[in-house]
């Protein structure tokens, strides 16, 4: 069965006390989360995954040291292993930490870091030879979807990013179907359009890998995904969580997202 996952992708946000505030609030809540009717891990959540500030990882990494089911990545890395690139961040880095998930592809580094498939076909393989998991950002613009075109433009962002890794590779990864137009502006999509999307990207993973594989991948949305509109779209038969911005800096939100399973 596939894995159901809820990750929060705090982007350049908060002081280093109300990281800590939110976590330790989050951690309370795990804790005493009661055993619910179809518990996907020991203690009933979904995997939850944070995607804290660089500067912040070794600190969430030592709230949730040795739990079940929660675990820390980053919100980028670099796609050289090491060497002269001031500012920047190597997977080492992060997996050295006991980091063990990076974004790779969020709409906000493609729009403004300029940043392309090709160059996040490098990111993912760096990533993975290090021991991070991806988590691979697609998802079209609203003209493209207004044109048709969205399909066809998240069909390319995976044939580059992603379709070059063999069988074994690929299905290590998780997949985030995140429309742009939907990002941060509370606009949703509706579930029946995430369901779309969702089942036509397990189609192309059939069709390029097998049935099995496609069958095993999570593929998770995001895009103004909140306590209110979760469990509609986690109801879907092809979305398998969600990559949440703006609902996971706050517990109770990011919380009450966790369980609409
Ligand atoms: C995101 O940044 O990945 C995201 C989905 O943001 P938001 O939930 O705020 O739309």
Same mark, same amino acid.
């Given at each position: 069965?596939? $894995?159901? &996952?809820?990750?929060?992708?705090?982007?350049?946000?908060?002081?280093?006390?109300?990281?800590?505030?939110?976590?330790?609030? #989050?951690?309370?809540?795990?804790?005493?989360?009661?055993?619910?009717?179809?518990?996907?891990? =020991?203690?009933?959540?979904?995997?939850?995954?944070?995607?804290?500030?660089? +500067?912040?990882?070794?600190?969430?990494?030592?709230?949730?040291?040795?739990?079940?089911?929660?675990?820390?990545?980053?919100?980028? &890395?670099?796609?050289?292993?090491?060497?002269?690139?001031?500012?920047?961040? =190597?997977?080492?880095?992060?997996? =050295?930490?006991?980091?063990?998930?990076?974004?790779?592809?969020? =709409?906000?580094?493609?729009?403004?870091?300029?940043?392309?498939?090709?160059? /996040?076909?490098?990111? +993912?393989?760096? !990533?993975?030879?290090?021991?991070?998991?991806?988590?691979?950002?697609?998802? %079209?613009? /609203?003209?493209?979807?207004?044109?048709?075109?969205?399909?066809?433009?998240?069909?390319?962002?995976?044939? $580059?990013?992603?379709?070059?890794?063999? %069988?074994?590779?690929? $299905?290590?990864?998780?997949?985030?179907?995140?429309?742009?137009?939907?990002?941060?502006?509370?606009?949703?999509?509706?579930?029946?359009?995430?369901? %779309?999307?969702?089942?036509?990207?397990?189609?192309?993973?059939?069709?390029?890998?097998?049935?099995?594989?496609?069958? %095993?991948?999570?593929?998770?949305?995001?895009?103004?995904?909140?306590?209110?509109? !979760?469990?509609? #779209?986690?109801?879907?038969?092809?979305?398998?969580?969600?990559?949440?911005?703006?609902?996971?800096?706050?517990?109770?939100?990011?919380?009450?997202?966790?369980?609409?399973?």
């Amino acid at each position: 069965m596939r $894995k159901k &996952i809820v990750a929060g992708n705090w982007k350049m946000n908060l002081s280093a006390k109300e990281a800590l505030a939110l976590v330790n609030e #989050l951690k309370v809540k795990i804790d005493h989360q009661p055993d619910t009717k179809n518990p996907k891990n =020991s203690n009933g959540l979904p995997e939850v995954l944070l995607f804290p500030p660089y +500067v912040y990882l070794s600190r969430v990494l030592e709230v949730f040291k040795n739990y079940e089911g929660v675990s820390v990545g980053v919100q980028n &890395i670099h796609q050289e292993g090491k060497g002269a690139f001031t500012g920047e961040i =190597s997977p080492l880095m992060v997996r =050295s930490l006991g980091g063990t998930h990076t974004l790779i592809g969020h =709409s906000e580094r493609r729009i403004h870091f300029n940043e392309d498939d090709e160059l /996040l076909a490098k990111k +993912v393989a760096l !990533a993975m030879k290090n021991g991070l998991i991806p988590v691979y950002c697609c998802g %079209e613009m /609203l003209p493209d979807r207004e044109a048709g075109k969205h399909f066809q433009l998240v069909a390319e962002q995976l044939k $580059k990013g992603v379709f070059w890794m063999n %069988e074994d590779e690929v $299905k290590n990864i998780i997949i985030a179907y995140e429309p742009v137009w939907a990002i941060g502006t509370g606009q949703t999509a509706s579930p029946e359009q995430a369901q %779309e999307m969702h089942a036509y990207i397990r189609q192309l993973i059939s069709d390029h890998y097998s049935n099995k594989i496609a069958d %095993e991948m999570t593929i998770l949305y995001g895009g103004s995904c909140n306590a209110k509109n !979760a469990a509609e #779209l986690f109801a879907k038969e092809d979305v398998d969580g969600g990559l949440i911005g703006g609902a996971s800096l706050k517990a109770d939100d990011f919380f009450r997202i966790i369980q609409s399973f």
